[in-house]
């Protein structure tokens, strides 16, 4: 009996349904956008072509895995049958009387769950139907250039399925071999290097302005937040450029 | 003159730089993809099939401002030399020494700024080289299944121009005293400086070891995101420095 949150409470993967699509190729972009996101259960309400679509799986890119496992609904109200929240993707319509909820809104909605969420998407011209958005508790809207609204199918479930995988563990931004900034000392041992090559080339004048002109090379050389080894390729730099540096014997 | 004045607190949009792009049909859709979130400013390294393409215009779906407006240069350096904060967008890679951010994140720094922005998207097939990303001070990486990363041209930028735009409607952060990083050409001509001081100092040996060091200079100095002024004080001790300096007249 462990006190951690328990598998179940995880809530499954939002349900992509396509109603009345009518190119297979935008079928296969759409697949080929959701498993980009980790998203692979597909509905096809009435395709107009049927299914399957020979145009699909060229389009999907390697995305079969989703168009295999599509499934095909005479409806959108047999499509959403064992969902719990449908969200209708529309853009921006007079008289809505639903709530109106961004891809980031709709994806937190989502990961809170309980239960499994199914989000609707129009034919590529036309758009969902009135009759297709009744079916929805929730309308999905993504903000968009007043002046040039101009999304495509696959754009569409794209920005939705971004949006849903940002809750999840593969949204982490990839571990990086960036380097921590060098310890204090090293970085003073620098500056205290640099400092006496422009003793030496006479850099600092008036002596009045002296402790200024430290101040503002140390800022400069602050900043960068260089490691360990940057610091030492700044002072292979240094070296090289050092009159004083013993060269070829 | 209907136009509302822009208070210069507000942070300029970013540019979106298409780096040797293949295809005038994905030149189209990047462009589509990016008015629908409010960005117009194109700029196209070196296209493969030169430019204006015919087979932009009708994939860019009425965005044809952006392509009317669209800049060529021959290089990357060309492209970003007024921009004081260069990404590169990048997928997973090995050995990287520059920070890696979400597109989220650099949306964020973007709009807190200060200072013109890019962001650098690869050729399709192959995606940005080594001395592409070398420019860049910030990596943009789309956080993806790690099982199935297929993200498009056109996708990549409709992924960061959505991001982008969800910082529009927010109140803009309090103006700060902090300088913007200088534009990317003074920081050319301070990187060409240390050079040819290096140069002629022998710094450059091995000779096949020779482009790879001067990546890493180039990395090493475009970390700090210097100042104008900073990389005037830079400049400054270099001059310093160097034995060609005419000095007491």
Known sequence: MSDSPTPSAITPPPVIVLVRPQLGENIGKAARAMLNFGLVELRLVAPRDGWPNPSAGPAASGADIVLDRAQVFE??????????????????????????????????????????????????????????????????????????????????????????????????????????????????????????????AGYFFPPDRTPATRRMLRTLLTKPGWSSQEVRSVRGVLSALSPRRPRGG
Request: proline residues 9%; charged residues 20%.
């Open 75 to 200: 409806s959108v109200a047999d499509a959403v049958a064992d969902c719990a929240h449908v969200y209708a993707t529309t853009v921006r319509k007079r008289g809505v009387t639903k709530p109106v909820v961004t891809p980031e809104q709709a994806a937190d909605a989502i990961h809170a769950g309980p239960g499994r969420a199914a989000i609707l998407f129009g034919p590529e011209r036309s758009g969902l139907e009135t009759d297709d958005v009744a079916v929805a508790r929730t309308i999905v809207t993504v903000p968009i250039n007043p002046e040039f609204g101009s999304l495509n199918l696959a754009q569409a479930v794209i920005l939705i399925a971004y949006e849903w995988s940002k809750g999840q563990g593969l949204a982490s931004p990839p571990a990086t071999d960036l380097e921590p900034p060098a310890p204090q000392e090293e970085l003073d041992g620098m500056i205290a290097q640099l400092d006496a090559m422009l003793d030496g």
